[in-house]
């Protein structure tokens, strides 16, 4: 039994993996899935999730649900001939990912098995394809000969092989177990059974040809069970894993046919060989003393009423979806910090920048550009209109300058299904207003920098003199006196003053989600200041002022990635400058130090919670050197 075990599923939201989750729910496990669908709405909330690409999971991520357990199911396949574009894919979402989800648990000490989901395409074609329709199968036992039909197949024998590398040097503690799995077929399957059911429904004509080949159907929810009697018994290696029932595609075509009377079919000649081929169970049964037993019988009625069903709630395709980044200007690595995001929710979402500017050198790392009208000469509706042709479901404001326009559109916008990472008008106004930003966290009981119209005498000798709105580093006079103070506002628009405090400048960057909690702080030391921006800055634990940050951003109403300006005293006292409530120039250290703000805008922008995706800030101190750099295309 896994009742108590800690089970993750890499692919767990699929056509097996959906069945392999009722029966590890049945077995109380412990269970972690990661797919890049979105989480099925009819599983329990104790299931933890992680929507996205596996490629850009963290070991961290994944040490922290610590798995005893590991169902390798993810990956990518193309049905008969695979496709040109198949090269990249397979080599992501086959061999890279195999390779990376094995190569962040690896050293897991607790980690005691991996059954991995392998394929009968590792042998060779040779043995089981002919020219002319054969008279029986044959029968494919684990000592055939190896010779992989195609890049899926080869990328699965490659990481049989890595698990055999692995185990070897675990021996005693991991055991690895690859079941070469036969024709899978099932629900929300784009396996052949499924794909005719849906055309028949339609009352349209299926397309057959090669109706005398013969192949061993598996149920997947038979492969489900039988890749949980794997890991339940104490089997390892190379085993089979199919009906060991081969059929004529004629056969499955009279089944159809029992259930639709007036099912029509053109038959269609094809170069492809006559495939007859059924796996030899029997070293399976002796490692689990179990057999499939549901036959097309058995099973195409149940997937006549799943897909009857389907189309009755009349689920539409999902469109691409896009993320709008504006006032791109040099905003290089936030845009590449954003597609980081993109590729980890593993969307095949296009990064769109826009920008007052058509020149904008940051339209070469996006993959279109809007040269946009200024804010003020455009109309939520034609900004919604924007985003309705291209398909834009996320805007990201980057200046302070546009967030009080998006704040004021915000809920028109969602309202439109294009969410923004921008918090509500009174909160941002509360930010970009230091004068109210000061009063506003006093009045909360946060140590805020006292601030004034005069250089009050209360403030002691010296003083900062900087403009009320917009970038606090911009004109700013520091260590004045009050003569200097008094004249270095006289050229200024809107001169505050402040009390000139020596001390350590830091910076806590905050992501704050949807429901107003914050999701996580991450605190830098400001090394290198130039024109008001960190060009080097290293992050740094302090418990207290990250609590401090996380209670001050909700108690304002914050939301999504925000940014505070924070001094402190030698006596180690924080003295709160101001907030930005927007994403920074150097806060993509942060994401590398696991304050992951894009992904999760993503993620709530997609509809999801947050609430199974934990901050796990990483253990060792991070810097950041901003520097220019070549990009040659």
């Known amino acids: 039994m896994l009742r108590g075990?800690?089970?993750?599923?890499?692919?767990?939201?699929?056509?097996?993996?959906?069945?392999?989750?009722?029966?590890?729910?049945?077995?109380?496990?412990?269970?972690?899935?990661?797919?890049?669908?979105?989480?099925?709405?009819?599983?329990?909330?104790?299931?933890r999730y992680r929507q996205g690409d596996l490629n850009e999971i963290t070991k961290e991520e994944l040490l922290d649900f610590g798995p005893e357990y590991f169902f390798h199911l993810a990956a990518t396949f193309e049905r008969s001939e695979e496709s040109y574009e198949f090269w990249e894919e397979n080599e992501r979402h086959n061999l890279k990912l195999s390779h990376h989800l094995m190569d962040c648990l690896k050293d897991y000490s607790e980690l005691k098995k991996v059954i991995f989901a392998s394929s009968y395409l590792i042998y060779n074609p040779e043995q089981y394809q002919f020219t002319t329709p054969a008279d029986e199968a044959f029968s494919i036992n684990e000592h055939?000969?190896?010779?992989?039909?195609?890049?899926?197949?080869?990328?699965?024998?490659?990481?049989?092989?890595?698990?055999?590398?692995?185990?070897?040097?675990?021996?005693?503690?991991?055991?690895?177990?690859?079941?070469?799995?036969?024709?899978?077929?099932?629900?929300?399957?784009?396996?052949?059974?499924?794909?005719?059911?849906?055309?028949?429904?339609?009352?349209?004509?299926?397309?057959?040809?090669?109706?005398?080949?013969?192949?061993?159907?598996?149920?997947?929810?038979?492969?489900?069970?039988?890749?949980?009697?794997?890991?339940?018994?104490?089997?390892?290696?190379i085993v089979n894993l199919g009906n060991a029932h081969a059929r004529r595609?004629?056969?499955?075509?009279?089944?159809?046919?029992?259930?639709?009377?007036?099912?029509?079919?053109?038959?269609e000649s094809s170069d492809i060989l006559f495939e007859a081929s059924q796996a030899d169970m029997s070293l399976f049964k002796s490692m689990t003393g179990w057999t499939p037993t549901r036959q097309l019988e058995d099973t195409i009625p149940e997937l006549i009423e799943h897909y009857q069903r389907r189309m009755e709630e009349n689920l539409s395709p999902e469109k691409e979806k896009s993320v709008l980044v504006t006032s791109v200007s040099k905003k290089v690595p936030m845009l590449k910090a954003v597609a980081q995001g993109i590729r980890k929710i593993g969307y095949s979402s296009k990064l769109i920048g826009g920008d007052l500017d058509e020149k904008a050198i940051s339209r070469a790392f996006t993959d279109s550009f809007w040269k946009m009208p200024s804010l003020n000469?455009?109309?939520?509706?034609?900004?919604?209109?924007?985003?309705?042709?291209?398909?834009?479901?996320?805007?990201?404001?980057s200046r302070d300058g546009e967030l009080e326009y998006f704040a004021s559109h915000k809920e028109l916008l969602a309202r439109n299904g294009i969410a923004v990472m921008v918090s509500d008008l009174k909160a941002v106004e509360s930010c970009l207003d230091k004068m109210a930003f000061s009063r506003r966290g006093i009045e909360l009981g946060f140590p805020v920098i006292l601030t004034s119209h005069q250089p009050e005498q209360a403030y002691g000798e010296r003083f900062v003199v900087k403009e009320r709105y917009g970038a606090g580093s911009q004109f700013i006079g520091l260590n004045l006196t009050h003569e200097q103070a008094e004249s270095h506002a006289n050229s200024l628009q809107h001169p505050i003053f402040q009390p000139f405090i020596e001390?350590?400048?830091?910076?806590?960057?905050?992501?704050?989600?949807?429901?107003?909690?914050?999701?996580?702080?991450?605190?830098?030391?400001?090394?290198?200041?130039?024109?008001?921006?960190?060009?080097?800055?290293?992050?740094?634990?302090?418990?207290?002022?990250?609590?401090?940050?996380?209670?001050?951003?909700?108690?304002?109403?914050?939301?999504?990635?925000?940014?505070?300006?924070?001094?402190?005293?030698?006596?180690?006292?924080?003295?709160?400058?101001?907030?930005?409530?927007?994403?920074?120039?150097?806060?993509?250290?942060?994401?590398?130090?696991?304050?992951?703000s894009f992904y999760w805008f993503l993620l709530e922008a997609s509809g999801q919670s947050l609430n199974e995706y934990p901050f796990i800030r990483s253990k060792s101190s991070k810097r950041l050197v901003r520097h220019a750099e070549d990009f040659i295309q």
């Not at 269970?31 to 669908?37: A, E, N, R």
């Not at 000469?377 to 404001?397: K, R, S």
Request: aromatic share 8%.
């Open 503 to 596: 001390g350590i400048e830091s910076s806590v960057d905050v992501y704050v989600q949807k429901d107003g909690v914050c999701k996580g702080a991450v605190v830098r030391r400001r090394d290198l200041i130039v024109n008001g921006e960190s060009q080097v800055t290293t992050t740094y634990r302090d418990e207290k002022l990250e609590a401090l940050c996380a209670d001050f951003s909700e108690k304002l109403g914050l939301y999504g990635h925000v940014i505070f300006q924070i001094l402190i005293d030698p006596e180690g006292e924080p003295h709160i400058i101001e907030c930005n409530s927007r994403f920074g120039g150097a806060s993509t250290l942060s994401i590398a130090a696991g304050l992951d």
């Open 5 to 47: 075990k800690r089970v993750f599923v890499s692919g767990g939201a699929g056509v097996i993996g959906s069945e392999l989750v009722q029966l590890l729910l049945q077995q109380k496990a412990i269970i972690f899935v990661g797919d890049l669908k979105p989480r099925p709405s009819e599983w329990p909330a104790d299931i």
């Open 377 to 397: 000469e455009l109309p939520a509706d034609v900004l919604i209109q924007y985003c309705q042709e291209h398909n834009i479901n996320a805007i990201i404001p």
């Open 249 to 267: 595609v004629e056969e499955m075509l009279n089944i159809l046919k029992d259930h639709f009377p007036n099912l029509q079919m053109m038959e």
């Open 144 to 237: 055939n000969q190896i010779y992989p039909r195609n890049m899926c197949g080869a990328a699965k024998l490659m990481h049989e092989i890595e698990l055999r590398f692995l185990q070897h040097f675990a021996a005693g503690r991991l055991q690895t177990v690859s079941a070469r799995i036969y024709r899978v077929y099932g629900k929300n399957s784009r396996d052949i059974i499924s794909r005719w059911i849906q055309t028949l429904l339609k009352g349209e004509t299926i397309r057959v040809f090669g109706k005398e080949g013969m192949f061993d159907y598996i149920y997947a929810g038979d492969v489900a069970e039988g890749l949980l009697r794997l890991a339940l018994s104490e089997a390892e290696g």
